[in-house]
């Protein structure tokens, strides 16, 4: 796989063209989730300004390419009550947290900050197979949405560190423009 793979956006993924039976792999980032107010109105500011690819939360998307399947399917990692307060402050503090594995389905792909990078035959029932050995406690920094995106990727399109890598490239990205 090219590094080049790991820039293009959905947008732009949607164009290319197709493995047959296999399903486009996508990472997604949106704002971390926090209790209500203040903090909640930080997290979305930050990521809203990009200010730290730190400040995100990511995801995993699975779009099947062949009928009769058509949404994609997310999977992710988080704490169980992300807006907690009490959640809040344990996870500030470096303790870990009960999480969660989460499985939803969307209509469409998020338009922002949302990247191809593979594919993948039985998609979504590999995903859900890691799903269930993912072990559910949570600690930011050692076994996170960030570690869960990572592993997932890498079961799904064999790609190491999907993260890093781009996160290196949007970097160079940014420094070219």
């Known amino acids: 796989m090219t590094i080049a793979m790991f820039t293009k956006s959905a947008a732009a993924a949607a164009g290319t063209q197709r493995l047959l039976g296999k399903d486009d792999i996508y990472v997604a980032a949106v704002p971390l989730r926090a209790a209500k107010g203040p903090p909640q109105l930080l997290m979305s500011a930050a990521y809203s300004l990009n200010l730290s690819w730190d400040l995100q939360h990511f995801m995993v998307?699975?779009?099947p390419t062949s009928p009769p399947r058509q949404a994609a399917v997310v999977f992710d990692f988080q704490p169980r009550d992300p807006e907690d307060?009490?959640?809040?402050?344990?996870?500030?503090s470096g303790r870990s947290v009960p999480g969660a594995v989460f499985r939803r389905t969307l209509k469409g792909l998020p338009r922002r900050r949302c990247w191809y990078v593979g594919s993948a035959g039985d998609g979504e029932q590999v995903a859900a197979e890691f799903s269930d050995k993912w072990s559910t406690y949570?600690?930011?920094?050692?076994?996170?949405?960030r570690h869960f995106t990572n592993g997932l990727v890498e079961i799904l399109t064999g790609e190491e560190l999907v993260l890093e890598k781009l996160r290196t490239n949007l970097s160079m990205e940014s420094n070219t423009t």
């Open 61 to 63: 998307i699975i779009k």
């Open 85 to 92: 307060v009490l959640t809040a402050l344990a996870v500030m």
């Open 138 to 145: 949570l600690k930011v920094g050692s076994h996170d949405c």
